[in-house]
Every structure is written in structure tokens, then in C-alpha cells.
């Protein structure tokens, strides 16, 4: 299951957030560090595409995909250092495979701010600064480990010496190492060495009600045009949400929550749109499979092999997998069962190498 972390600096509404995002029940106070443990949720991704085959095939179970949240406590500036729990909390994010990074940008008195006054370009710089310094210090220990293999066998090693060497450079210079080019077997060795700032970061914005409604919030604006978001690879992504708006709408009944949205001209929720870039943040697709009158969707790798996708359904299903049967969502919307477009001539038979696409339908062959 792959997990995003939710991190800044104490009392910037995390854990409202979080307590939205899964119907949670994390500590909420005006005061730092409310939040002392981790709280872990599971989200289901917004998916029209799967609501709408549950409406065409009326399955007994309908399960979408899960992202699993975790609301890491408060940093303070120091945290590299210890300070305000902070090797505790850093020690959390090292699991965590991207990280949602919440901004305080709403003007709130009764809700105290651990600095003398709201200022989102700061805090995300204190973050940011806090994150490459923890990383330094980790890459330092895991070079100077290194040193004595490289100089033993330095032709075997070369590639590792030279990207690790470069990834030491860019965090000297402030680079954040997500801004430069990371293969996926890149992401995987830093996440392995315990690197912070490889991870892919989604940047969200907590507004004050009013300011939600802006078109161009003066605060939001001055975020966007800060250095670090600016400089940040293409994969970086900005959310706007308004924590306290989206639990208010979330007590009301279905009924009442539809109108109070078409009220404010909000189509979808801010945490509906947060939960989809996180998904695409991760670099994953769906693809659905149904059976046993139970029709699901399942997250995978963009380029996952057809074997590995059985793998999700379930191990055997990898290991005895013999070929699978692929439909479009489009062609299944169309003609209404998988009996029909096999009728039709309209699904595909498909083998080990077939990399699985957004959107597939697909029944899976295997030895058991």
C-alpha cells in the first residue's frame, strides 16, 4: 500500500485535514504539537469511472483504490537537530513514499502560529531547510560507510560513487534532489537510504473559508511565486484546500452537503482533488477487475506488466499467470458486459509482456 505523509509546522491544519480526509478522529488544538504520534488513515480515490461501472453492472461489493495518509507531527525550524521531537518525526517521513506538504495561508487569531505571524513562502522555506539538512547529514554517514568498498572495488562501484557524490552536491546547494532527474530505481535507492527530499511533494494551501472562495487569494499568490515551488520539478503539483470549510461540509447530511457545495460553486471538494494528484503523484493507473459479483479497482505503476497486476489480486495469481483478457472501460460502458464484447470480438487477449493501461477491464488466467 503506498502511503503519503502530511507534514509542516505545528498548527498549520494537518490534522484537520487528515481527521476530513479519512473521517479520523487525530487530536485538533490551538496549540504546537498536538500531535505527538503519527495517525494513520486509508482514503479511497475518487473515481467516476468505477462509480459508473457499478451503476452499469450492480455488483454486491464495490471497492475502490486506497491511499494510505499519515499525519506526521509538526516540525519546527531545528528539526534536523532534534529540536520539537524532531528526529521522531523526521523517522516518520523516512517511510512514507510522497509527502503532502500543508501550508498555512489563512489568518485565524484564536489558532497560534509557533512564528510571530502568517507568512507561507517562511514556513515552507524552514521545512524545505530543515529536510536538506536531515538528508546531508544521512548521505554524509552513508558515503563516508561506502568509502572503503568504492576504493576496493571502484570499478564495480563507479555509477553508485557518482550518483551519490552528485546527490551530496545538490543538497550543498540547496537542491531538493525530487528537482532533478530521478529514474524510478533512483526514487527506490534514496527511499532506501532514508532521503527526505527525493520524494515527490504535492504542496497544499490551507485557506480560511473566505479566502477559498477568492479566484486569486492574495496569499496563495505569493506561495505560487516562491522559489521553492517555482524551482520544483514538473512532477510537483499545488492543491488549495480550506481545512475548516471542507469539516464543516463534511457533518452535513448527503442532502444538505450538495446543496451547501452548489451554493459555493464547488463541484468537487478541495481533499477529492488533493486525493487524485496524490495518486498521479505517485505515478500510478487503475485498472478494474470483476468477479464473483464483486467489482474493484486496483492501483499499479504506470508500466506494470500484465503478471505483476495479477500479483495484486492475489500471489498466485502472479506466479501461475497464463495470459488475461483486457477490455476498454469505454467498450464495457458501451455494450454492457464483458459476455457482449466477447461477442463482438472486442476483448483482447493478452500475455506476460503487456504493460497494462489506465482504464483496462481485466479477467486474469492462471495455474492455480
Known sequence: MLSVGIIGLPNVGKSTLFNVLTS????????????????????PVPDQRL????????????TPCLIQFIDIAGLVKGASKGEGLGNQFLGNIREVDALAHVVRCFQEPDV?????????????????????????EVLNRAIEKRQRIWQTTPRE??????????????????????????????????KGLGILTGKPVLYVANLSESEYQESSPPCLQKLKES????????AAEAVTVSAQLEWEVQQLEVEERAEFMKELNMTETGLEQLVRK??????????YTIANEKLRAWEVERDTRAP?????????MEQGFIRAHVASFEDLCQHGSFQQLNRLGRVRTEGKDYPVQDGDVIKFFFNP
Open 51 to 62: 462509480e459508473k461501472l457499478n451503476e452499469l453492472l450492480s455488483p454486491e461489493e464495490c
Open 278 to 287: 496524490a495518486f498521479r503523484l505517485l505515478g500510478l493507473i487503475t485498472f
Open 227 to 234: 522559489p521553492i515551488i517555482r524551482s520544483s520539478s514538473s
Open 157 to 190: 562501484h563507479a555509477q553508485e560513487k557518482k550518483r551519490w557524490l552528485l546527490y551530496r552536491e545538490k543538497l550543498e546547494e540547496g537542491i531538493p534532489l525530487c528537482s532533478i532527474d530521478l529514474t524510478r530505481e533512483d526514487q527506490s535507492e534514496l
Open 112 to 136: 497560534v502560529h509557533v512564528l510571530e505571524n502568517v507568512d507561507p513562502v517562511r514556513d515552507l522555506e524552514i521545512i524545505e531547510t530543515e529536510l536538506l539538512l536531515a538528508d546531508l
Open 24 to 43: 479520523g478522529q487525530a487530536n485538533v488544538s490551538n496549540y504546537p504539537f498536538t500531535t505527538i504520534d503519527s495517525n494513520t488513515g486509508m482514503v
Open 308 to 316: 505483476q497486476a495479477a500479483g495484486k489480486v492475489h500471489s498466485d
